[in-house]
């Protein structure tokens, strides 16, 4: 049993990483696609939201599907899926072939990130220890990692194709070869029924829903203006404007990788309390910062603050659900996709209409609202995870074996 859920982690987490690289490949190249098509300004945005609406879709539609299909099974064809759109979009010619390519890629992600995430949630249960933010740090290493070559691909003038092919390549085959050690949690079916879609659920729900809308206003603020905020605001050079951002990213890597100790030693609540205050500091020092120096200052702390409020906002929907888990999963996945489609315009509507450094006020609000629902993360007397940690019956996988 223990070589059997090392590997399913093993798995998992490579799962994570390739989709961290697939999305950061797609978003960080976005000027090349909008000119390989030849898409208009106007109607940029049109394509941009498509794929997170496409994405809610498919979230929704996971939710349907687990109830008889394993989630491992949606995350082994889900996950080509996604990477053969991304090379889809790389190697088409037409607004068509693009606008096909990207609704693959949004309905795949949106079955993706939901099953990814089940799956995570049902082997933390098992494990009995906090193992999530491990999961989405493996995703930000992919971020790292895909931003990187996609920078390469740009900097060397490459064909998008060119830059995807050996990314999908690698990546594809290693994913779906590892999906065999994929651990599922109960088999399809088996949630209780009185748990499962009533108003009351979704009630129960909804605080941490809230969360997940504001994690991902305050991130999508970070990848689609930290640039231009750095650029036009604080006065930086180009070359230095292009640098908040993997700053951001790197500090999601270091504190979701030391995140899980913090739940492990002080528990889940203290940790989104302690993530949602450091993220609403770095908002306020990059809403008052002099210079570049300071606003990268900020986009740091952001890093380190908002990088635990995802993982842990899943975590706590299946403790919350431990019969029903997948399908609150799946429904909170879907506030992911509506964050990322709020965040970018209102800070937008809001820099043009006052000013960006008044619009970096509004996600910092939105952040502390978090601590009025800290709460939600408590774990439930008698599940896994009560007090800090429940007592190690199923604690594998810790020491350098573990991930």
């Known amino acids: 049993m223990t070589d059997v859920l090392r590997r399913g982690r093993a798995s998992l987490a490579f799962s994570f990483f390739a989709q961290g690289a697939t999305f950061a490949l797609l978003v960080t190249r976005i000027p090349a696609i909008q000119e390989r098509y030849g898409v208009s300004d106007g109607l940029l945005p049109v394509f941009l939201a498509a794929v997170p609406i496409l994405a809610g879709v498919g979230s929704v539609t996971t939710e349907q599907l687990v109830k008889r299909i394993r989630p491992s099974v949606l995350l082994r064809w889900s996950q080509p899926v996604v990477l053969l759109a991304l090379l889809g979009v790389g190697a088409g010619d037409s607004m068509a072939e693009l606008a096909v390519a990207l609704g693959a890629f949004g309905l795949g992600v949106g079955a993706l990130d939901a099953s990814m995430n089940m799956l995570g949630v049902s082997l933390q249960r098992t494990y009995g220890r906090s193992i999530m933010l491990s999961f989405h740090a493996a995703y930000s290493l992919g971020g790292i990692v895909g931003a990187s070559l996609a920078w390469a691909g740009a900097h060397w003038h490459l064909a998008l194709w060119v830059s995807y092919l050996p990314v999908v390549a690698v990546l594809l085959p290693a994913a779906f070869v590892g999906s065999r050690w994929y651990v599922d949690g109960d088999a399809p079916g088996s949630e209780a029924e009185g748990e499962e879609a009533g108003p009351l659920v979704f009630k129960l729900l909804l605080p941490l829903c809230l969360v997940m809308t504001f994690a991902y206003i305050g991130d999508s603020t970070v990848s689609n203006w930290s640039a231009k905020y750095l650029k036009d605001v604080l006065g930086s050079s180009e070359q230095v404007a292009t640098v908040p951002y993997n700053v951001y990213m790197v500090m999601c890597l270091v504190g979701r990788g030391i995140g899980d100790l913090g739940v492990r030693r002080f528990g889940a609540v203290a940790v989104v309390r302690l993530g949602a205050v450091v993220a609403a500091l770095?908002?306020?020092?990059?809403?008052?910062?002099?210079?570049?120096?300071?606003?990268?200052?900020?986009?740091?702390?952001?890093?380190?603050?908002?990088?635990?409020?995802?993982?842990?906002?899943?975590?706590?929907?299946?403790?919350?659900?431990?019969?029903?888990?997948?399908?609150?999963?799946?429904?909170?996945?879907?506030?992911?996709?509506?964050?990322?489609?709020?965040?970018?315009?209102?800070?937008?509507?809001?820099g043009d209409a006052w000013s960006y450094r008044g619009a970096m006020l509004v996600p910092m609000v939105l952040v502390l609202v978090t601590l009025v629902y800290a709460r939600s993360f408590a774990p439930a007397e008698g599940r896994y995870g009560d007090g800090h940690e429940r007592a190690r019956t199923a604690d594998v996988g810790r020491g350098s074996n573990g991930l």
């Open 282 to 350: 770095g908002f306020a020092v990059v809403a008052v910062a002099p210079g570049a120096g300071v606003g990268m200052l900020g986009f740091t702390l952001l890093g380190l603050g908002l990088c635990v409020l995802v993982p842990q906002t899943f975590a706590a929907a299946g403790r919350l659900f431990p019969g029903a888990s997948d399908t609150a999963i799946a429904r909170l996945n879907v506030f992911n996709y509506v964050g990322f489609l709020i965040g970018s315009p209102l800070v937008g509507a809001l």
